[in-house]
């Protein structure tokens, strides 16, 4: 049995290696409430914009956000796009990259027009030259890869068929990193596989699996036949197929393994195969087995569907996916990132709900904290407990604490009625997290009459109150970890 929650803690230990197709990924956002006079077509009021790193750079994102260090290698173009993928990626700390400038290409670049109100994408914008590198460039790129690779555990091939992986690119890599015994994850484009033959896994959607094996691939049994013939057709050891809303199949040594999707409300599948092939990756590099690598990019593609855009994940949140809670409900309860908080508290307040909040490490729950949390319910209709993170909780109460991790902890806070939204926090105090969600009742135990409730001046000036609720006496966290150890006789 693959134990996750140790594996986990290592990725950070982990490196990967990634060559690709790299993109510069813009979304501008705004309201759409009218149609242009001058043609039939929407006219959207632009509220702001996001720019992102894209294409096989969003695979070295999602790596990077779960810890995991990057090494990635693609080519540009000599243009401001150029110029900002570069910016984009010197300011990631985990990503050490070689970008081989091109002068005669333009920078691949895909703007999005999104209506924040539908959720919709109205229209993309492409600038490319989906056409093979030259010969110089292909030199380079493969130059950087056999430079790289020793430090890697493992490899990706991010293919968007822009033309950074020819054929030739490929080949040098895949035959490298075999000789030098590191696993390739191949994220395929095209219908012709046999570039990619002898790589470790490759990962084709249902239909491209389709195309590509020139086979019906519907069923469980046609998906598995095709992926299994894909395999041999390409000397893998692994066919893994992504089903969307189906879930995953993978195809390697014994029988099929057909894993559902997460019961997850889909808000945008922008880059969900990136994070994919990411986790994968570094699952591999660590040295787990296929299918406990398909079972965390399986949990992880759940988490970024959530979100909107070309979204990453954190540890945080792949551990508190792929190790669920005893129910469903408090999985929905437990937030790490922030980004999603807006459409929750909006959703609540066009309800006209009363949002509460209060906040604390709660790291061994006590009838303290109960009395805390009912207190704050009973004030409110929706309650936000802020939760500290481990770094925080350290940096607070001192060595040895927290005495439970923060994904424990906001499993059994979830789990509580009283709480109807746990949102993880790195900061010393919840000051920030206040000002985002506004609450209009804030919640702290009695002891801090004398004190400076943190908070109290953003909601004070929204109109709202400050509570605070008369305490258990006698039960402290810090005092059952002192009696704990005293019984231990430390």
Known sequence: MFDFDKHLAVLSDQTVLCIGDLMLDEFVYGEVSRISPEAPTPVIAVKRSELMIGGAGNVARNLVALGTRCIFIGVVGDDDAGKALTGALADEPLIEFELVVDSARVTTRKVRFVSEHFSTHLLRADWEMPAPVNEASEDALIAHVIEAL???????????????????VIRAVIDAAKAQGKPVVVDPKGRDYSIYRGATLITPNRQELADATHRTAVTDDEIA??????????????????????GMTLVAKGAPVHVPAYPVRVRDVSGAGDTVVAVLSAMLALGADFEAAMRAANAAAAVVVGK???????????R????PAASLAPEEKIVFDWTLLDELLGEWRRAGYRVGFTNGCFDLLHPGHVRLLAGARAACDRLVVG?????????????GRPVQSVEA???????????DLVVVFD???????????????????????????VGRDVVEALGGEVILIDLVPGHSTSAMVARAQTSNGK
């Open 150 to 168: 020793p430090r890697a555990g493992a490899v990706v091939l991010s293919d968007y068929a822009k033309g950074a992986l020819t054929p030739r």
């Open 409 to 419: 902890r906001a499993e059994v806070l979830a789990a509580l009625e009283a709480v």
């Open 225 to 246: 036949a095709a992926a299994a013939g894909l395999g041999r057709d390409l000397g893998t050891q692994a066919v893994l197929v992504t089903r969307s809303e189906d």
């Open 427 to 453: 900061q010393d105090t919840p000051a920030e997290l206040i000002a985002q969600v506004k609450p209009t009742v804030l919640v702290k135990g009695a002891d801090y009459a004398d004190k400076e409730v």
């Open 308 to 318: 909107r855009g070309t979204a990453t994940l954190t540890l945080g949140e792949l």
């Open 387 to 399: 939760l500290n993170s481990d770094a925080s909780v350290s940096r607070l109460k001192g060595a």
């Open 320 to 323: 508190a996916r792929i190790l």
